[in-house]
């Protein structure tokens, strides 16, 4: 008898240690990492300090493994691990274009690898899986969402979430927030509308879909100039956001109108697209919404990660919202309302934008739109942040991101009435990254790393309670700066540059950090622990 | 069936952002976009328009949801034979070869639409190049490193009007010749300054080539380190381009053939 009471007590145990406990997604992340960006807040921000600023310089490698699935068909590309890896007791899932894994955290052993066969659809990259309980849920080029079982990798179900034929391709890592499974849809090439779902976890029944574009007599549908327009406006949602368990809200932002570089078929601000939007996860409602990109002419998808910064503003304890937005401009909001407080660019020459509105949004400058003979525009349209991850410091106070100073020539091709696809090309001209740390309360830059060549790839960022700012360099280095100054106190040089975000993470006494570059995770730890 | 339609053509300075693989659907084969777009001229351009997009009679076929589902006829087949008489289009009795035709044609506006890298530029040449060759000699200060007799002397013969737009603005592979290589001095704490050639540099490891074709390489926490970028003015110059500028300098460039 006291043999099946321990017996069911260790089953209890087991079992118990196994799922993910959904509190773990309310709590900052210190033994698992169980959501993209660690926690809801998106700010990235560890409050583990074993691996701190006196330790940093003997942090050793621990273990690297390469995963050489998902760099799509036919011999083109090579492998991106741009997925965020979630550590779940122990556990690390992560994928990339139609292939998923299961690593042992501690060894990087494969415990289980899926591979989805796909039917087509733009494999530029997937950022990973959502978790709840026992099972992940992720994204694939041609738009399913996939649900495994998180023992064995085995496919629970599929359901379609868009239609590659109208040239939809998905990637974001799903955002589990209660019993909804949010998901988002991208695709720029052929003017098809944007949207936002939410999926119920046992069967991925669909809960709810937000349209990003008013449809005739909705609300917004008087910032298009018709029908055609609107259901043809884009306004993708490839990208996960950030929650406020308190207020209930989902925030995330939102991609360009469409068509993208001939913009004479949708006059007015084209609402929602180039947005940071508020909504309610339960019912998909629209709460509030700020446009950062009103009229956008430039594909300057508004995706980049909303962080949720809770701090004085002028004195003020604040429920903020701050997001570096592709199209050059940092903006801090209220997140209960979405009241501008601060708008400030992060890089020079934003020659697109004639300045800011009463209400801190950029004004577009028309005479930048694409020409057909060719318009230099800044930035270009990888734009001056994307959606590789900011982080953000309680404890510095500092906003920290990747970005480029950069130009490009923007044509016009379609000059007809009814434009239809891209509507134009872009050539980037110059490119020159930067890691910018932005003071919220002001938008200053307090300092910026300026890296030593010209372009290459812009990491993910980590900050920590050890002092230390986590992030990969344009060649192909980890590096590890004093938050305070960017002083660089620590690097290894890798196979290829980080193209994802690290991530950290305790197990048995022992932080861990995690970081993806190209087709291969590498852990490093202190040694002796 | 799956092919790659577009690469990484995107990539400049190991950027692919937005030009990522793409698995797409096959290619119709051009004899049948042929006799495609014949019929479709005679028969449903009266409404839809010649190149398929709709007009004020009947709506755009390049976006339609119907076309895009369709596999070689499988759904616009049943709309073409029925017709959809209340919206006034009527029945045609096509073939299955016709309508597999008329399929491919679509397939192929539709292919036309979202393959972005090869929309066809428009006339680039709209600046005038008396002024251009003012900025050049005068504002822009290219003179400086160039002339138009000298290492830009038959420029337009050799670069298209596009290419040479995006080569002037910044010269990433140097002017058709040898790359202009940047250069560098580095002084060691102890020893002899070496000069050389770049070949790598990151915020750790300074890598050079120097006169005598020998690689070496220096921490950079050791070293006093002075690049000569000689490309620097083209990106001071980026920030200093008026639109007219832009096209007057391409317009004359285009004159030095």
Known sequence: MKHAVLAVLYLAGALAAQPLNPAKLLQPPTDSWPTYNGDYTGRRFSPLKQINQATVNTLNLAWTRRFTAGGGRGGVGSVQIKATPLEVNGILYFATPDNAWAVDARSGRELWHYTWETTGGLHVGNRGFGMYGDWLYFETPDCYLVSLDAKTGKVRWNRQIADVKQEYFCGPAPMVIKNHIITGVGGDSLDVPGYLESHDPETGALQWRWNTTPRPGEPGSETWPSRTSMEHGGGMTWHSGTYDPELNLYYFGTGNPNPVYAPQSRSGNNLYTCSIVALNPDTGKLVWYYQVSPHDTHDFDNVETPVLIDGEFKGQPRKMLAQAARNGYFVLLDRTNGKNLLTAPFVEALNWSKGLDADGRPIPNPDMDAKPDGTLVSPTEGGAANWFAPSFSPLTGLFYTHASESYGLDWKTDLSKSPEGYGGRNQTIWMQNVLQAIDYKTGKIVWSHRYPNQGGNRSGLLSTAGGLLFGGDPTSNVFAMDPANGKMLWHAGLQSSVSNGPITFELGGRQYMVVGAGDSLYAFTLPGH | ?257
């Open chain 2, 1 to 257: 069936m799956l092919r790659v339609l577009q690469s990484c053509t995107g990539l400049v300075f190991g950027v692919c952002l937005a030009h990522a693989q793409l698995i797409s659907r096959p290619v119709p084969p051009s004899d049948a976009v042929e006799r495609g777009q014949k019929q479709f001229v005679i028969q449903c351009a009266g409404c839809h328009g010649a190149d398929a997009r709709g007009d004020d009679n009947g709506p755009d076929l390049v976006r339609s949801v119907i076309v895009l589902d369709d596999e070689q006829g499988s759904l616009i087949g049943p709309v073409v034979r029925k017709g959809v008489p209340n919206q006034g289009m009527p029945a045609f009795n096509l073939s299955d070869v016709q309508i597999r035709d008329l399929a491919a044609f679509l397939r192929e506006r539709t292919q036309a639409a979202i393959n972005r890298n090869a929309y066809p530029l428009q006339n680039l040449l709209t600046g005038n190049a008396k002024d251009g060759e003012a900025f050049f000699k005068g504002a822009g200060r290219c003179n400086t490193c160039h002339s138009a007799t000298g290492d830009l002397a038959g420029l337009a013969s050799r670069f298209t009007p596009a290419q040479l737009q995006t080569r002037f603005l910044y010269p990433r592979g140097g002017r058709g010749g040898t790359p202009k290589a940047t250069t560098a001095t580095v002084t060691p704490r102890t020893g002899p300054a070496v000069s050389g050639t770049l070949e790598s540099i990151d915020d750790f490891t300074v890598g050079l080539r120097d006169s005598e074709g020998y690689y070496r390489s220096f921490s950079r926490d050791a070293i006093k380190l002075d690049i000569r970028d000689p490309l620097a003015a083209h990106v001071q110059l980026l920030k200093q381009y008026t639109d007219k500028n832009l096209h007057d300098v391409l317009a004359y460039l285009v004159t030095l053939k």
